[in-house]
């Protein structure tokens, strides 16, 4: 009879096993323009009929054709701490999703005991002794019928956790990259810059070895020379600035990478000329961008989680169902244990019902309720964001493009100008006052474009760190290296495609 009823009480829950309590996940309806509103045509390539590729089938770091910058870039996403830290969140997550798909079966114990035990002379009964020994072994089970399904709601939250981690854990990547591509271009940029405030410092320094020359023949007198003096030390006071820049941004670079901030000194400290522009980068359409953003895709799975929770809440209003028991064998000496006649078992139904708690139970519920709106609210926020993130983006790209190429035409009417200059002032046709101010234009306008290359560039990686493409991302390395350890860029390191 105990087991027809238990065998019904599990079919029930069976037939019901389909049926959980609480609202059903759908992902928001969002109405995405069909364009971007800064999206502009692309300008022409260098190379007759080549385009760029689309950056959501790409490495984007790769499309700036600069081996080191290649070769910082992947050794960060193996080796960088802040990664290796949000792999631990995944892999914590992934581990408790885990344990929350073992409430899907019975929970299984055993234990066995033995021992000694001497009774009070009231408590024993004639005829028995007062001191014996014990022996028992048994096993143990439970099980939750999820009847109303409140098992699966916690499994389908535990998972949507796990869903969102792994999708942070992607988006730092992206930012990583972006960072480091970033920075290099900043240091690329910093040296030009560098070398352009060194280069004329030698410049102004030999102009003031021709004014001290003037004026000890007599033809320039101490307002000039005190002028060429001041704009030598004037440009000369540029160079430890940009020299304490170049230094920060190695630092950075090396600090991305795993490594201790001196690692790439000599490595870094030799100038290259700054990463080529990418003449074309398709944005697509912000669909794909909804689609392809993965703080987006974390967010929607944080709201798929909590909308879960408020299922597991609202299963408190139904009574819950378990099944425990037990099997084992019981004797007063260890050779009698699993002897005929030293068997036990035992089978219960249990209810656990919080109806008289009900206010209780509706207060979580309310709570759960008011998380998942809140997540709502964050989900569609952070949709916003990464569209303003990837306008910006366009606008700065499009812009810093066509600056850049102003200011370049700029850099080199200024030295034909100061050239002239120095010819004319040698010659006597114009005052020193002229020819210094011909040379601080050219300084400006050289450090100005100089500048500008670099904005362009890094405009550009901010335009690809925008669009988060889905170029395939590298899970850091399980073990971390020392602090000592330079990483090693052949080393194999997992991929992860989203």
Not at 79 to 98: K, V
Not at 165 to 181: H, K
Not at 257 to 275: F, H, M, N, S
Request: aromatic residues 6%; negative net charge.
């Amino acid at each position: 009879m105990r087991s027809t009823t238990l065998s019904m009480l599990i079919a029930a829950s069976l037939i019901l096993a389909g049926c959980a309590v609480g609202p059903d996940y759908h992902r928001p309806d969002l109405h995405a323009p069909a364009q971007y509103a800064r999206q502009e045509a692309a300008p022409a390539s260098s190379s007759a009929g080549i385009a760029e590729p689309n950056p959501a089938e790409m490495q984007f770091w790769q499309a700036f054709d600069d081996p080191e910058l290649t070769q910082l870039v992947e050794q960060a996403l193996a080796a960088n701490n802040d990664l290796r830290s949000a792999l631990a969140n995944y892999d914590r997550a992934a581990a408790l999703l885990r344990e929350a798909k073992f409430d899907f079966v019975p929970t299984i114990t055993a234990s066995a005991q033995g021992g000694h035990q001497t009774l009070s002379e009231s408590q024993v009964i004639p005829g028995t002794p007062r001191s014996f020994r014990s022996y028992d072994v048994q096993a143990n089970a439970s099980w939750e019928l999820d009847v109303w399904g409140r098992v699966r709601r916690e499994v389908e939250s535990a998972r949507a956790d796990t869903a969102a981690s792994r999708e942070d854990l992607a988006a730092l990547q992206v930012s990583i990259a972006g960072e480091t591509a970033s920075t290099y271009a900043q240091l690329r940029g910093l040296q030009e810059r560098l070398r352009v405030a060194r280069e004329n410092a030698n410049s102004q320094r030999e102009t003031l070895e021709l004014v001290e020359a003037r004026y000890k023949a007599g033809s320039d007198t101490d307002y000039e020379l005190s002028l060429a003096r001041s704009q030598l030390e004037t440009t000369s006071s540029r160079v430890p600035a940009l020299e304490a820049q170049v230094a920060v941004a190695e630092h950075r670079l090396a600090v991305l990478t795993g490594r201790q901030p001196e690692a790439l000194i000599a490595e870094l400290d030799v100038p290259k000329p700054l990463p080529a522009l990418p003449a074309n980068i398709d944005p697509g359409t912000p669909a794909d961008l909804i689609r392809r953003r993965p703080d987006i895709a974390a967010a929607e799975e944080r709201l798929h989680a909590a909308t879960a929770q408020v299922g597991v809440a609202t299963a408190d209003l139904f009574p819950r169902l378990s099944i425990s028991g037990l099997i084992g064998t019981q004797a007063l000496t260890h050779g009698a244990l699993f002897q005929g006649g030293s068997g036990m078992n035992s089978a219960f139904l249990g209810i656990d019902w919080s109806f008289l708690d009900i206010g209780r139970v509706r207060a979580r519920i309310d709570a759960t309720r008011a998380d998942a709106a809140g997540l709502l609210a964050q989900y569609q926020q952070t949709v916003l964001l990464a569209l303003e993130d990837t306008e910006n983006a366009l606008i700065r790209d499009a812009r810093t493009r066509s600056e850049d190429a102003q200011l370049e035409r700029a850099a080199r009417d200024s030295a034909e100008a100061a050239r002239l200059a120095q010819v004319r002032y040698q010659a006597g046709t114009i005052g020193l006052y002229e020819t210094l101010d011909a040379e601080r234009q050219m300084l400006s306008a050289q450090d100005a474009a100089a500048d500008s290359h670099t904005r362009s560039v890094t405009s550009a990686i901010a335009l690809y760190q925008a669009l988060a493409g889905g170029w395939p991302q590298k899970l850091p390395d399980a073990e971390k290296p020392s602090a000592t350890e330079d990483v090693d860029a052949t080393k194999p390191v997992a991929m992860a495609m989203r």
